[in-house]
């Protein structure tokens, strides 16, 4: 009999949500990205909203093949709040990585929501949304 999941767990395993994006991204891989999401996901980019997984998908691919192409991010959680045993809200500082970089230009710097629901017993993105860090 395994033992049930604990708050750590949960910590754990919404924390992880931003590493697969991140891989995703890395290969520009828009269906790995998509998978991510919920079916009914939505994502709110600066001057952009796509609703749904396949709209996310396709938005994605034209991204990658256009101004993300050749691009990777990065994003660290600053905070967790669970809503309820299946429901998260996780905060990350991070953004677009253009060369060698290793932090994102102050242009390309974001905090980011994301709204998680844990369903089949998997973390997934059901809204996200990211503003510029360096807003006044």
Avoid: C
């Avoid at 390309?108 to 844990?118: C, D, I, M, S």
């Amino acid at each position: 009999m395994s033992a049930s999941p604990t708050i750590t767990d949960d910590i754990t395993a919404v924390s992880e949500v931003p590493r697969r994006i991140i891989a995703a991204w890395a290969g520009n891989d828009a269906d790995a990205f998509a998978e991510v999401f919920t079916e009914d996901a939505t994502m709110v980019l600066p001057g952009v909203f796509v609703s749904g997984r396949d709209g996310i998908r396709g938005f994605m691919a034209g991204a990658y093949a256009g101004p993300f192409r050749g691009t990777r991010v990065a994003g660290e959680p600053i905070s967790v709040r669970f809503t309820g045993p299946d429901n998260a809200v996780l905060v990350t500082r991070g953004g677009v990585l253009v060369g060698d970089e290793t932090q994102p230009a102050p242009e390309r710097a974001v905090h980011a929501t994301w709204v998680l629901a844990k369903q089949d017993g998997r973390w997934l993105l059901t809204a996200y949304q990211n503003s510029p860090a360096n807003a006044v």
